[in-house]
């Protein structure tokens, strides 16, 4: 079980806005603190998805192998992130490998507890997905822009005359 601390800050994260505070009290007690030293693996993609983590402290990345074969940093998730999310909309395997980049410590929140808010408060799981939804969303904008830059740059050493 989180600590107090943790667990208010939890609270506050935007993933849960919305929430009753009883609710939101319910989901924290279903949460576990852990702890990973630097490269440590959190994640490993394919494996089966159990859980989603939220960063308390330190920072994660998340890494896919590009079809040249070398592995790429696609994301820095930072205190308040949260991680593995995406596997309680899609109910897939992980889609990125997610490795501590320093000592981390995160709030586990495994997937049965949200099963658990589904049948015990199906508004409040409700407003939960469509939180997650949003971040989602957030994070897909983000990576729309970046692909727009990497392109545009493609592009232009594309388009460029030779000299």
Same mark, same amino acid.
């Given at each position: ?80 992130? $949260?991680? @593995? *999310?995406? !596997?309680? #909309?899609?109910?897939? &395997? ?55 830059? $990497?392109? @545009? *740059?493609? !592009?232009? #050493?594309?388009?460029? &005359?030779?000299?």
């Amino acid at each position: 079980m989180l600590q107090q601390d943790d667990a208010a800050y939890v609270k506050g994260l935007s993933v849960l806005a919305g929430l009753e505070p009883s609710v939101a009290e319910l989901i924290c007690q279903h949460c576990d603190p852990v702890h990973y030293p630097v490269h440590q693996a959190v994640f490993r993609e394919g494996e089966p998805a159990k859980e989603m983590l939220v960063v308390l402290s330190g920072s994660l990345g998340v890494f896919k192998q590009a079809r040249c074969g070398n592995e790429v940093q696609i994301a820095t998730l930072g205190q308040g992130a $949260v991680v @593995g *999310e995406m !596997s309680l #909309v899609d109910i897939q &395997p992980r889609s990125a490998d997610v490795r501590a980049l320093e000592p981390t410590s995160a709030a586990v929140l495994p997937h049965a507890a949200i099963g658990t808010l589904h049948r015990e408060h199906p508004e409040a799981y409700t407003l939960l997905v469509l939180n997650i939804a949003r971040e989602i969303s957030i994070r897909l904008r983000h990576l729309d822009t970046m692909l727009a830059n $990497v392109l @545009g *740059e493609l !592009s232009n #050493v594309v388009d460029a &005359p030779l000299r």
